[in-house]
């Protein structure tokens, strides 16, 4: 059924050239999980349906126990200790754990079509050997039962959060790692970014019946269940436990939150979804996490307008794990790490932003991290500052002030640094939010607003539900504006090139002016340039860059000849006496990231 409709949709989609050889591997999983709240552990069983969408025969499945990094020697506890900067954190709350508030998964029988199979667990990692090896095209059926213990708050999920939440489970289920064009990703989980196959989810959870769970997914069986979700049907009695069913269609991911004492607040957005909200009804935040339901909602809908509709019919922003951090069709935010009603609405903008980035455009989040944290939050900036009436006229400016001071020190990494092997914490940060959000404002002074607003609806009907890369975002960019990208793709996200330019000289001759500009910094870019006069007059020049083969749309400025990247000097004359000259600006609205912002204008 799934794989028809794949082949369907690939049939009558108008999709862009670097779709045509494209596939994508498709998961089903059933699971049920009974748990006991005492120990914080439960026993589950998956039944995973495998559809090898690939061109290749595959002999071995590999699977994440997310839960095994939390113990001491593990990869996550060891990249922690010996971390090169002052991030030991997750190593030190490690090394201080009872042996009971360790993480740990145990496979306790594993079967393809019925027949038990071979495996051996590394770590966070599960390697499999079919019985049969599993052909392109065929679905295979594994079925496991496992036993978890979930471990202490470490990093994003585990039990009994700071807001003493007592569940916050992502990546807490034997999950299928991701097998790409690229092979296998079978990594190691060092406690950053997650890559996941699409697939529905039917999660079962059966857990005392004081508990309230939130999490992905509808539930399918709420007048059974009550707890605000809808009034218990007459007549139904609760026993100890009660099962909670959940399906997620058309997910990468299933998270859940449970806790005893969460409450449950929705609103309904026109045209949808369903937001709701759960938190914990003693938390002190109690009043920012009810005042703040409105504008979050706002955010929603702004980036469904912006980027894309938002597909499902309900999202939760729920108080659980630590810090933020974006899961399938909800979000754990915590309580405590957003006392202020600013910071609430920061946290909240990012994670549901990141529904769209990564979430339906679903990017190899530990290989392209900028991606996935950039875009965001480049968005998340842009929405704050609309929902929230801020009046920036540099939504993201921050993220230049902290690239800049990033680069002089001299310990930048290129961005298509794996998000597990920065050598730097703050280098993978700068890389993955800063200069990723800079990727995008600086590709709209590249080609435009127009055009960088149609990238963004272009991108996502191009590649909703599906695995893009950088190459086809800059495709989609460039399928929109008509412009040559690839330059800047190479040069921003694949080496650490840096912009400069300068207002070098200037000439009165006659009546006229010459300006000579010059390029220091080794990226070249596309030149905005601002001649106010004494007057008060303005006027705007623009230079595309020759590589682009083309410029961006120029109402209200001149357009002036090509400048190619390789030439250091370019000279341009204006019709103006210099003696009328009050100042010359290179890119006057601080759109591009130029390193060395003193010797962009000249004052006279
Ligand atoms: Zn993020």
């Known amino acids: 059924m799934k794989k028809l409709l794949f082949i369907t949709v690939l049939l009558i989609g108008p999709f862009a050239l670097s779709q045509k050889n494209y596939w994508q591997q498709h998961v089903d999983y059933k699971m049920v999980i009974d748990v006991d709240v005492e120990k914080h552990t439960y026993i589950g069983t998956q039944r995973l349906v495998f559809t090898n969408n690939s061109p290749d025969k595959l002999d071995r499945v590999f699977y994440h126990l997310y839960f095994n990094a939390f113990k001491p020697g593990t990869d996550l506890e060891q990249n922690s200790r010996y971390s090169t900067d002052d991030s030991r954190t997750m190593s030190n709350k490690i090394l201080m754990l009872d042996e009971k508030d360790w993480g740990d998964v145990q496979i306790k029988s594993l079967k393809q079509d019925g027949v038990n199979v071979k495996f051996k667990v590394e770590e966070t990692i599960l390697e499999v050997e079919l019985d049969k090896p599993l052909g392109s095209g065929a679905s295979t059926v594994l079925e496991m039962e496992f036993f978890v213990q979930t471990p202490a708050m470490i990093r994003r999920s585990g039990k009994n959060s700071e807001d003493n939440v007592a569940f916050s489970m992502s990546q807490w289920y034997p999950k299928l790692c991701q097998y790409d064009d690229e092979g296998w990703h079978a990594n190691p989980y060092i406690g950053r970014e997650f890559y996941g196959i699409w697939g529905d989810f039917d999660v079962t959870i059966n857990i005392d019946k004081n508990y309230t769970v939130a999490g992905s997914g509808y539930l399918q069986n709420p007048e059974l269940v009550g707890h605000g979700y809808a009034p218990l049907k007459k007549g139904v009695k609760h026993g100890d436990k009660i099962s909670w069913r959940f399906i997620a269609p058309n997910v ?353």
């Open 252 to 604: 990468h991911d299933f998270s859940w939150a449970a806790d005893p004492n969460f409450t449950h607040d929705y609103i309904d957005i026109d045209g949808g979804p369903r937001m709701h909200f759960f938190y914990k009804a003693d938390s002190k935040y109690v009043n920012l996490w009810k005042e703040f339901q409105p504008n979050s909602a706002e955010f929603l809908k702004f980036f469904s307008n912006t980027i894309g509709k938002y597909p499902y019919k309900q999202y939760s922003v729920i108080m659980a794990g630590d810090g933020g951090m974006e899961y399938a069709m909800c979000t754990f935010i915590d309580g405590v790490g957003h006392p202020t009603m600013r910071s609430l609405y920061s946290v909240t903008s990012h994670e549901i932003a990141h529904t769209w980035f990564q979430f339906l455009m679903a990017t190899n989040e530990s290989k392209h991290s900028w991606m996935d944290e950039g875009f965001t939050s480049y968005i998340d900036d842009v929405a704050l500052n609309v929902v929230l009436k801020e009046g920036k006229s540099l939504p993201n400016a921050k993220a230049y002030s902290d690239y800049f001071r990033w680069v002089a020190t001299g310990l930048e990494e290129p961005m298509t640094t794996h998000a597990d092997r920065f050598k730097y914490n703050t280098g993978y940060g700068m890389s993955a939010y800063d200069k990723g959000s800079i990727f995008l404002s600086q590709l709209q002074y590249v080609i435009g607003k127009d055009n960088f607003d149609k990238t963004l609806k272009k991108y996502f009907d191009d590649w909703a539900f599906k695995h893009p890369k950088p190459n086809d975002f800059i495709r989609s960019a460039e399928n929109v504006s008509g412009l040559e990208l690839d330059w800047y793709l190479l040069d921003w996200a694949q080496s650490t090139m840096t912009i400069d330019y300068s207002v070098n000289s200037l000439y009165g001759v006659d009546n006229k002016t010459k300006v000579v500009l010059k390029r220091i910094g080794q990226m070249g870019m596309p030149i905005d340039l601002r001649v106010e006069l004494i007057s008060g007059e303005i006027l705007d020049f623009n230079i595309p860059m020759t590589k682009m083969r083309g410029h961006k749309p120029t109402e209200k400025s001149t357009l002036l000849r090509s400048w190619s990247w390789a030439k250091p000097y370019y000279e341009l004359w204006i019709d103006v006496d210099s003696k009328n000259i009050s100042k010359i600006i290179i890119d006057p609205k601080n759109e591009m990231a130029d390193i060395n912002r003193d010797n962009n204008h000249l004052v006279l």
